[in-house]
Each structure stands twice: as structure tokens, then as C-alpha cells.
């Protein structure tokens, strides 16, 4: 039988896990450099919200993508991903 600390534990790597998945996955979705900021687990939803914001270098991208467009970015993304059970 485990303890509750090694319960904890087990917990904690596996949410550790996640945030490094993010941090790995999220920025391939967007054709321009992005930054995952902020990553919290919220217990009563079972879920990770994470926020996004435009790299220092999106703009540039954007703006060329674009042909030359001005592009002005003033904010963050903030997403939410839902654990589900397989049990």
C-alpha cells in the first residue's frame, strides 16, 4: 500500500508530464513563434490552463506571411485542456 505521499508524488510527475507535453505541442500549432506562459492545474475541473503569447519575433512573421501588413499585437491566448478517463 502507498503512502500519501508517494501518491502525491506520482500526481505531481504525471502533471509535470503535461506541462512539459504543452510546452512541447501547443507552439507547433500556430504558423508564428508563440511563448507558453503560464501553466496551472485546476483540481475541481481536472484540467491545465495554459496561456500563449506571440514571440517577439510574430510580428515579423505575421507581417510577412501577410505581405507586409502591419500587425499589432496587444494581448495572450489562454487555453484550456479537459483530462479525460480511459477507465
Known sequence: MSSLNDEMADV??????????????????????????????????????????????ARTQLSERFGGVKVKMDDQMRFEFQFTSNE
Do not use: K, M
Not at 14 to 32: G, H, S, T
Open 12 to 57: 505531481q510527475a504525471e502533471i509535470d508530464e503535461v506541462r512539459e507535453r504543452i510546452r512541447e505541442d501547443v507552439p507547433q500549432l500556430f504558423d508564428f513563434d508563440v511563448v507558453v506562459g503560464t501553466i496551472d492545474y485546476n483540481t475541481n475541473n481536472n484540467s491545465v490552463t495554459a496561456t500563449v503569447e506571440p514571440s517577439s519575433e
